[in-house]
């Protein structure tokens, strides 16, 4: 049996990506971390928020196996802290009094020593914890080796109560497994959260994030530490797998300090979209089993971002770019793909679709007659393209990459079946705006642990031309939206922000265009129940975060 602390405690934070039902790998990874830890001479070890069974779990947790699972798992750690190394902390679904909650597992000398149950149950967003866990009950601290440690998990201390009564029933550390997705903002949102718990409790804080893509989500890590005093303890990297063994000893004034911190530079906002995206692509391709990607390089400027967001999330060599022009592709769009694919060192093809678009037209033209092109054939152009892109995935395997960008998708600028095809979007949630900032910032930045080149990667020209589907001749996208600036403000304004027509109108914007964006908002509705999953960036994501039904005849005019 491990011998009691009484002054000074090495806790590990283990900030890692679990996969979700990947309950023996998760285990292993958790074995692996903890030889790690006690290599380095940690006490305890730590890690995220559902760390056994992935997080988040959803409706897996429905099922009996799947705890049987998680279960056993737990188990087999417990046992393994008979060997007088690290206890661990480790979160997991777990049945209590014939319910299921989503617990907080203290495993120390061969056996599990203590289970805390999460409190406050998300329900809003992306999170719908209350439809698979019940509430625990206010918890007091666990003991661990002579020291009495609180175990809030992730939401717990969103709210007060939970730390309070942790406090009152004497916790002298509050160690927080979380699950915290990434958005703009979040990082500095979890310190003036973790911040408040601390002023008011008058205890440190260890804040343990779990970093890594799962779906739309980005668990972004940013795992800290905070003094009784507010200070800061630690600060490990954003979107990047750490093991961190931090020293806190008790002073007779002061309480628990950390003496060994280390600090983190977190990135600016740019820098965190861009890793975000690229980390969540590269785990969506990696973890469904994919060997790589394809996706369609037109010349305009968001599937040359996808592209080099591919290149840096997996390789040039698992990335494949095609072109697919017809008569209204311009020479500048077919050069600066080329050049684009050359500086990338992907591999690029060209596919003309005139054969296929006018084989469509020609089976058409029975039934059509004579009536006026439209937009019927513009939009067999895109799924012509589509479908080719869809047989190349499926003779070689890769994952088709679609490119639309959140304004497109909010009014419904995009194809069905045609440009919308495809299992992953990295850019979906980000405004045409932002997907031009960040296509500057690219060409001025080489992102941490990046695989594509550095210096201008994204011809300039690119970047500077007029925005056009080319599916006619002359056209651009201001023919039928507002100027972007324009449309991202008047979206972001009824997206996330939920305001009245009249309060985006005060902004300066025609009333007529605010009311027709949100029309066109309203009717997209049943394009984006099919579009492929995305990063989430924003505050609100189309999906996960925004709910609305497909028929829906409410529009405000007051």
Known sequence: MAADLTDTIRIAVAQLDSVVGDIDGNLEAARRARASAAADGAHLVVFSELFIAGYPPEDLVLKPAFLDACRSAIDALAKDTA????????????????????????????AVQAVRAKVELPNYGVFDELRVFAPGPLPGPVGFRGLRLGLPVCEDIWFEQVCECLMETGAELLLVPNGSPYWQGKAELRQQVAIARVVETGLPLVYVNQSGGQDELVFDGGSFGLHSDRTLAFQLPQFAASVRTTTWT???????????????????????????????LRDYVDKTGFP?????????????????????????????????????????????????????????????????????????????????????????????????????????????????NKSENSVGYATLYGDMNGGFNPIKDLYKTDVYKLARWRNAHQPAGGLGPDGIVIPPNIITRAPSAELRPDQTDQDSLPPYDVLDDILECLVEEDMRIAEVAARGHPRETVERVERLLYIAEYKRRQAAPGVKITRKNFGRDRRYPIVNKFRDRG
């Not at 992907?346 to 006026?372: C, H, T």
């Open 83 to 110: 060997d007088g190394g690290p206890g661990v902390v480790i979160g997991t679904p777990w049945r209590q009094d014939e319910q299921v909650v989503n617990a907080a597992v203290l495993v120390d000398n061969g």
């Open 250 to 280: 008790r002073h007779a004034e002061l309480g628990w300090r950390c003496s060994d911190g280390a600090f983190a530079d977190l990135p600016d906002l740019d820098t965190a979209n861009w890793s975000a995206c690229v980390l969540g």
């Open 292 to 404: 790589g990607i394809v996706l369609g390089l037109s010349g305009g400027i968001d599937s040359a971002v996808c592209a080099v967001m591919a290149v840096d999330a997996l390789g040039p060599e698992r990335v494949h770019c095609v072109m697919l022009p017809y008569r209204y592709t311009s020479n500048e769009s077919l050069n600066d793909a080329a050049a684009l694919a050359e500086t990338l060192g992907v591999r690029y093809d060209i596919v003309p679709i005139a054969a296929p678009v006018e084989g469509f037209e020609a089976a058409l033209k029975p039934m059509f007659g004579d009536r006026a092109p439209d937009i019927t054939e513009e939009n067999l152009q895109s799924r012509a393209r589509g479908t080719i892109l869809m047989a190349i995935s499926n003779k070689f395997g890769s994952m088709v990459l679609t490119t639309g």
